[in-house]
T-cell receptor, first 112, second 117 residues
Framework: EDKVVQSPLSLVVHEGDTVTLNCSYE??????LLWYKQEKKAPTFLFML??SGIEKKSGRLSSILDKKELFSILNITATQTGDSAIYLC????????????WGLGTSLAVNP | GAGVSQSPSNKVTEKGKDVELRCDPI?????LYWYRQSLGQGLEFLIY????????KSGLPSDRFSAERTGGSVSTLTIQRTQQEDSAVYLC???????????????FGSGTRLTVV
């Protein structure tokens, strides 16, 4: 059965810290991995990764995929209280990419 | 519209009653998805609409759940004879067709929090 596992489940840091969120996957015919940030109720798209070793960056956020070891990381540098959210990871497979396989998320709390 | 609009934002209903949840996707997004997120659970796929094609209903948890999409735009998710385990946040998402969702991401609505008492 396809699955996506995120770690840690929750994390509390202070403003200015750097955090690394992990996402491992076991997906038949893996195609891509997506990261979302969820505040309140609606997830917002962050990154989509399809190729190993190519870092995607957006401001203080960056992500990379390792298709050999079957994982991705999401890095957030110089964290701010506004980064507090649940970060969700999802994977797609080549056969049925409309049904994303979701992890449970990492709940990040950034304290001032 | 500028984003995906869902209504109501919160719904409290008595066990056994029927509820209807509405989703108005982004104009031009022919793909529409319903997901459910229960407390402590990941996002659970429910149903997928793509244009005029037959919807993929494989994620609907029981025959009490149904959804329709009229005119390729607004979608309604109906839950009949609600049960307490139906309590969750119901999220709607839309995307460009085909691989558009993968390349440009999915846009989620703000969800409907359903509480069955």
């Amino acid at each position: 059965e396809d699955k996506v596992v995120q770690s840690p489940l929750s994390l509390v840091v202070h403003e200015g810290d750097t955090v690394t969120l992990n996402c491992s996957y076991e997906v038949t015919n893996f195609r891509s991995l997506l990261w979302y940030k969820q505040e309140k109720k609606a997830p917002t798209f962050l990154f989509m990764l399809t190729s190993s070793g190519i870092e995607k960056k957006s401001g203080r956020l960056s992500s990379i995929l390792d298709k050999k070891e079957l994982f991705s990381i999401l890095n957030i540098t110089a964290t701010q209280t506004g980064d507090s959210a649940i970060y969700l990871c999802a994977a797609t497979n080549a056969g049925n990419n409309r049904k994303l396989i979701w992890g449970l998320g990492t709940s990040l709390a950034v304290n001032p | 519209g500028a984003g995906v609009s869902q209504s109501p934002s919160n719904k409290v209903t008595e066990k056994g009653k029927d509820v209807e949840l509405r989703c108005d996707p982004i104009s031009g997004h022919t793909a529409l998805y319903w997901y459910r997120q229960s407390l402590g659970q990941g996002l659970e796929f429910l149903i997928y609409f793509q244009g005029n094609s037959a919807p993929d209903k494989s994620g609907l948890p029981s025959d009490r759940f149904s959804a329709e999409r009229t005119g390729g735009s607004v979608s309604t998710l109906t839950i009949q004879r609600t049960q307490q385990e139906d309590s969750a946040v119901y999220l709607c998402a839309s995307s460009l067709p085909g691989r558009g969702g993968l390349y440009y991401g999915y846009t989620f609505g703000s969800g409907t929090r359903l509480t069955v008492v």
